[in-house]
């Protein structure tokens, strides 16, 4: 067989590792794990694993910046990415470089022989590599789908946080929150700290920690967030730190992912003591785009990646804690295999004029049926279809007048297309 032609830039590998697998998500260990220990691939530094269906960046965020504020090196794996793929890798805060992104492929193809990779797949296995290569105190990694079969369970944590279980990719976790809840306890082990920042798991979640012998510690019996006056304060089972600023990111649900990330780094002190005022410089340093970041002003432009229905409550009682004067005015564009429904109901009270659009996906559900389930599903509500995003977002913003506020969501593809043109225009 002639050798496999390999690209020689980032662009390069990027296009082929999409085509290099016959399905882009194919869940199951095997392949992977055989890569793996074929090229040896053993981290000898704490791995914190992040799994849940809404609240993984934040929590991801929460933890690299707290450790990186306590001066450990800290490698982050996340997905997906919104503007470049260097984004889903960072060392010591900073993104992968692309020389660096491409020597791990490199060394992946080498050692997989003939086994079949997915782009996933290969960008998980090439985050560890990486990070063992630049010899970080710490690494932190975020599930891509379910968190049993997921390419990151191929790698033991040492603590493992469930940040919610709600409903989404029915089509591959199952079409319940017991079913959903059992794959996304699969990222716990034996003996080691298991956190769960739910505040209602299912039980399918407790009966396979308390099945395996994991050290489960649930929100709200064995940690907690507890708003104050002007802060917060957390307990958990070792500590309790009464004056902790409010994170910086908006949304007061996302005070209890902080609450996650401190209570599985109570676990590992240990290994990787953090004082107080690391945690305090960590929650007001820590950021991640598309979450409720506002891009603009007169008016304001807020971009959310929210696409379930419990990511969209969310994102409603956010919008409820920041009133404005006048009108919230919303920009939406999906996938075709989300809840629609559920996340139109969701917003159905702070959302006063609609504009659909076709994100740029293969996945993408069109705008005028995305229009047509808005109507179905709300009633008479204004609602307005455009091709795409930015057209959708131009007409949004050519209506509205003083102290009404934008609001573009719906997918993490609608986002992207909003950052890529307004980074375009500077």
Excluded at 95 to 108: G, H, K, P, Q
Excluded at 323 to 343: C, F, I, Q
């Amino acid at each position: 067989m002639p050798p496999r032609a390999r690209p020689d830039s980032l662009a390069g590998w990027l296009a082929r590792l999409e085509q290099l697998h016959p399905s882009t998500i194919e869940l199951g260990l095997e392949r992977v794990q055989r890569v793996k220990d074929a090229m040896g691939l053993v981290p000898d530094f704490p791995l914190i694993v992040v799994g849940g269906t809404n609240g993984k960046g934040s929590t991801c965020a929460y933890l690299e910046s707290i450790l990186g504020a306590a001066g450990y090196k800290t490698g982050l794996y996340t997905s997906p990415h919104l503007l470049r793929y260097n984004e889903r890798v960072r060392v010591a805060g900073q993104d992968a470089s692309d020389a660096e992104l491409v020597a791990e492929f490199e060394r992946i193809d080498a050692a997989r022989g003939d086994t079949s990779l997915t782009y996933f797949e290969f960008g998980t296995l090439g985050a560890m590599a990486q990070f063992i290569d630049a010899g970080v105190d710490v690494a932190i990694m975020e599930v891509g789908l379910g968190g049993r079969l997921d390419a990151v369970n191929v790698f033991d944590a040492d603590a493992a946080i469930v940040t919610s279980v709600d409903l989404d990719h029915q089509d591959f976790l199952g079409d319940t929150r017991e079913k959903i809840g059992f794959e996304k306890a699969g990222i716990y082990r034996a003996g080691r700290p298991a956190v769960c920042a739910d505040p209602a798991p299912p039980d399918s979640l407790i009966d396979h920690a308390h099945a395996i012998g994991a050290d489960l510690r649930c929100v709200e019996q064995d940690f907690d967030a507890q708003r104050k006056e002007n802060g917060w304060m957390f307990r958990g089972r070792q500590n309790v730190w009464r004056d902790l600023p409010l994170p910086a990111m908006a949304g007061s649900y996302l005070m209890r992912n902080a609450a996650g990330a401190l209570a599985a780094l109570e676990t590992l002190r240990s290994r990787l003591p953090v004082e107080e005022p690391a945690i305090r410089q960590g929650l007001l340093a820590a950021r991640v785009p598309g979450r409720f970041q506002r891009i603009a002003r007169d008016p304001d432009v807020i971009l959310d990646v929210a696409h379930n229905p419990e990511a969209a409550r969310a994102l409603a009682a956010t919008l409820r804690e920041q009133p404005v004067a006048g009108r919230t005015l919303a920009v939406v564009g999906m996938l075709a295999d989300k809840d629609a429904a559920g996340v139109f109901e969701a917003l159905r009270d702070v959302v006063d004029a609609w504009w659909t659009c076709t994100p740029d996906s293969p996945r993408a559900r069109d705008a005028a049926t995305l229009a047509v389930l808005l109507r179905t599903h709300l009633g008479a509500v204004p609602v307005s279809v455009q091709p795409d995003v930015n057209r959708a977002l131009a007409e949004a913003r050519s209506v509205a007048r003083e102290g009404d506020r934008i609001l573009a969501f719906g997918s993490f593809y609608t986002v992207a297309a909003v950052l890529n043109h307004a980074a375009t225009q500077h």
